[in-house]
């Protein structure tokens, strides 16, 4: 599974670069901020993608030959649903202890109803996408040449830094991030952990809806 240096560095390079750009956009409406997102994150998959091609073998280089797409859809659906259940009976024993869970796990969602589409649009396909191929395709990938447990320490901390706030600790992202890592290397197919992390967001998003007063 280990990932050549050369797409690594390349990848890196350009992913920060595009990366970079966003502080240069001006902030505007939901809307206009979710659409350049998506775009900047849609152009750094293809850039990974680029860099794989180019210098390895392509989709193959994070398990995503054509003849495993098939296998690593209906095993994402697994993973997938196990989770879901997983979730529901957590929440289920939080509301029997009392403590409001969808309250727990309420966050604001855009008020407009494009700005709210295009947050869930971009959140549960763009993102995921994106984020997936670089943090794991590319971080874990690369530094799995020096066993898992490096692998899975270098690619969480890559994955919690952009998330972290001045009050709290990205909890969430912190197990998503152990989460996708060891279904990427049980798995060694990158659509499994696509899969969860963006049925992840989109349930995260469906809760705080539903938690909203």
């Not at 996708?180 to 952990?193: G, T």
């Amino acid at each position: 599974m280990a990932l050549r240096p050369a797409i690594f560095w390349a990848g890196l390079s350009g992913v920060l670069a595009l990366e970079g750009m966003t502080f240069f956009i001006p902030r505007g409406t939901v809307a206009v901020d979710m659409t350049a997102l998506g775009t900047v994150r849609l152009a750094q998959a293809a850039w990974v993608m680029g860099m794989a091609w180019c210098l390895g073998n392509g989709a193959p280089s994070f398990g995503l030959a054509r003849v495993n797409l098939l296998p690593g859809f209906k095993r994402g659906a697994l993973w997938c649903l196990f989770f879901a259940l997983v979730a529901g009976i957590g929440i289920l024993v939080l509301h029997l202890l009392g403590l409001a869970p969808l309250r727990m796990l309420h966050s604001r969602l855009p008020e407009s109803t494009l700005g709210l589409a295009l947050f869930i649009f971009v959140g549960t396909f763009i993102a995921p996408l994106a984020e997936e191929l670089f943090f794991r395709g590319l971080v874990y990938g690369y530094f799995r040449r020096w066993g898992i447990p490096a692998a899975l320490l270098v690619s969480i901390v890559f994955f919690v830094l952009p998330h972290m706030g001045a009050s709290r600790i990205p909890f969430t992202q912190m197990v998503g991030g152990v989460v996708f890592a060891l279904a990427y290397e049980k798995e060694k197919n990158l659509l499994v952990p696509i899969m969860i992390h963006a049925s992840g967001n989109f349930a995260l998003f469906a809760l705080a809806w539903l938690g909203a007063p």
